[in-house]
């Protein structure tokens, strides 16, 4: 049984609290690279994190790439969207194909 | 030309022409398997990027109603609303295989029976857009636990096109030409051996004759 989190700055996770989704309010990426790391250990399947914090964090969020889980989402904040996401699935692509074909 | 550095014999032949066989069988299963994820990959991300357009849209909404709440409620009292959450998910999380590539299968488990049961506050001293924020988010939420099992299929299987595609070049261009080269120079070498061999002979015959006859 895996559990769901999210990261990022309180305003924009709060809301995902009364879904039965635990929160972690942090902004610091160097703080949020430790919890992701301890999340990651404790049996969380999906982990959201806001795209700006996302952004300070690459290296760890790499790290689990090619692992099955747990299963990171960059998802936008409540200022607005940085486009990481989008961004991230043109890079599959280009990844993949050796162009990005679907822009 | 790309020769090994093998001993032009019969058995090394025997061995090269194995090996071909074997390197032309492996290129062209592993050819079927990057046009198949290829297929099956295209089609999910395209599916993750329309999911993903919906998911961000939908999130902005939900921000929108939240910001205002926030606005009209004290931070004490929505910290005190949000606090003690009712509802709590958790995942199975099986797996499917999909050409090798295993991808994560996510199934949502609502603690309580009603999966709607998502207001973990009183309605008396919270305000409405607060109601709209967490209903907004809820709604959305089974889109985003199938947007992270696609996101995450779409990463594995990117992965595993790359090294695919890495393996069947390197079969076509340099492993089966390597091979082939090989046989063509080892029929050629003993075809040549065979040819010096009956010159010689022929050679040593006419010696023979001469002294036999002294032609």
């Known amino acids: 049984m895996y559990k769901i989190a999210a990261m990022g700055d309180k305003d924009s996770i ?90 | 030309m790309a020769v090994l550095n093998v ?18 069988r492996g290129h062209k299963l592993l050819k079927d398997k990057r046009d198949e994820l290829m297929r099956r990959f295209l089609d999910l991300v395209r599916e993750n990027k329309a999911l993903r357009i919906e998911v961000e849209e ?27 959450p009712t509802q709590e998910m958790s995942l199975d999380v099986s797996e499917k295989n999909v050409m090798s590539v295993m991808i994560p299968v996510f199934d949502v488990k609502f603690k309580t029976a009603n999966e709607n049961d998502i207001y973990s506050y009183g309605f008396a001293e919270t305000s409405g857009d607060l109601d709209t924020a967490v209903k907004a988010l809820s709604d959305i939420m089974p889109k985003m636990i199938k947007l992270a099992e696609i996101e995450k299929s779409c990463r594995l299987m990117a992965d595993e096109i790359e090294k695919t595609r ?27 051996n065979e040819r010096s061999t009956t010159t010689r002979l022929m050679k040593v015959k006419d010696m023979m004759l001469a002294q036999a006859h002294n032609y």
Request: glycine share 8%; proline share 5%.
């Open chain 1, 14 to 103: 709060y809301g995902f609290a009364s879904l039965g989704v635990s929160i972690f309010p942090v902004t610091d990426p160097a703080e949020g690279s430790h919890i992701l790391r301890r999340l990651a250990e404790n049996g969380y399947g999906v982990i959201y994190i806001t795209e700006q914090l996302a952004e300070g964090m690459q290296d760890e969020i790499e790290r689990y790439a090619s692992r099955p889980l747990p299963s990171i989402v960059p998802v936008p904040g409540v200022r607005g969207n940085t486009g990481l996401g989008l961004d991230s699935v043109s890079k599959f692509v280009e990844k993949a194909v050796g162009s990005d074909i679907l822009s």
């Open chain 2, 7 to 24: 001993n032009p014999t019969r058995m090394e032949l025997t061995n090269l022409k194995r090996k071909l066989v074997t390197a032309r």
């Open chain 2, 166 to 192: 890495r393996r069947v070049n390197a079969l076509e261009h340099v492993m089966i030409p390597q091979y082939e080269d090989t046989i063509k120079y080892i029929t050629m070498k003993l075809d040549e």
């Open chain 2, 58 to 84: 939908g999130i902005k909404q939900a921000n929108v109603a939240m910001s205002v709440a926030r606005c009209v409620m004290s931070d004490k009292a929505l910290d005190v609303a949000l606090m003690l």
